[in-house]
């Protein structure tokens, strides 16, 4: 199956600062999505992007299909950022489920 | 537009015990996913219902788990009978689209399962 992998695995950050999380595939993919898990355990959609790039105020998201990779933005961190950001995909055959990275955990300290 | 709501949000129970959760999918979503997190990891799929239908329980431990779907919305796992190592987050998902498709997954709370 696919393989989903992120970088860095940990990441600190001042409130203000920006960041860049990665997450390389291994296979062509139809359907790469990014989550936000608060640190109460909910695990939210922050973007579908199997292609190009899309921006919800202080996060983007880019998706070059073609390199296998997909990286986040996050634009003035604060400390609501924190958490553990997770990149999933899926392959473009018959039905199958997203692939989760291990993730990357981000503490953003005030 | 209501979320995808999980019972109950904790559980714990000896091992051998059995256990069952509950989930109701956003409202006319087509595909419906448990998923097991274990403290640390990413989500890994169980099982992935299309409607009512099964599209892929190649990861569901089927001589201790099982799901169902009836009437294509809500759902159930069970844990039968649980042991040590099923302790961890289950987590409910729902999507739009078929999986082939592509649509964004939205998920429940979760239920933490601790086996003692």
């Known amino acids: 199956g696919i393989q989903v992998e992120q970088s860095p695995p940990d990441l600190i950050l001042q409130e203000g600062a920006n960041s860049t999380l990665r997450c390389n595939f291994s296979?062509?993919?139809?359907?790469l999505q990014w989550f936000h898990q608060n640190p109460w355990g909910q695990l939210i959609n922050l973007f579908y992007?199997?292609?190009g790039t899309k921006q919800n105020g202080r996060l983007s998201a880019t998706t070059v299909a073609t390199e296998r990779y997909s990286l986040l933005y996050i634009s003035s961190s604060q400390t609501t950022d924190s958490g553990v950001y997770f990149c999933?995909?899926?392959?473009?055959?018959?039905?199958?489920?997203?692939?989760f990275g291990k993730g990357t955990r981000l503490s953003v300290i005030a | 537009e209501a979320g995808v709501a999980q019972s109950p949000r904790y559980k714990i129970i000896e091992k051998r015990q059995s256990v069952a959760f509950w989930c109701n999918p956003i409202?006319?979503?087509?595909?419906l996913y448990w998923y097991q997190q274990i403290l640390g990891q990413g989500p890994k799929l169980l099982i992935q219902f299309q409607n009512n239908g099964v599209v892929d329980d190649s990861q569901l431990p089927k001589d201790r788990f099982s799901a169902e779907r009836l009437k294509g919305v809500d759902s159930t796992l069970k844990i039968q009978p649980a042991k040590l190592e099923d302790s961890a987050v289950y987590l409910c998902?729902?999507?739009?689209?078929?999986?082939?498709?592509?649509?964004?997954?939205?998920f429940g709370n979760g239920t933490r399962l601790t086996v003692t």
């Open positions: 998902a729902s999507g739009l689209y078929r999986a082939a498709v592509g649509s964004p997954l939205h």
């Open positions: 992007i199997p292609s």
């Open positions: 409202s006319g979503h087509a595909t």
């Open positions: 296979d062509s993919v139809n359907n």
């Open positions: 999933a995909a899926s392959r473009p055959s018959g039905n199958t489920p997203l692939v």
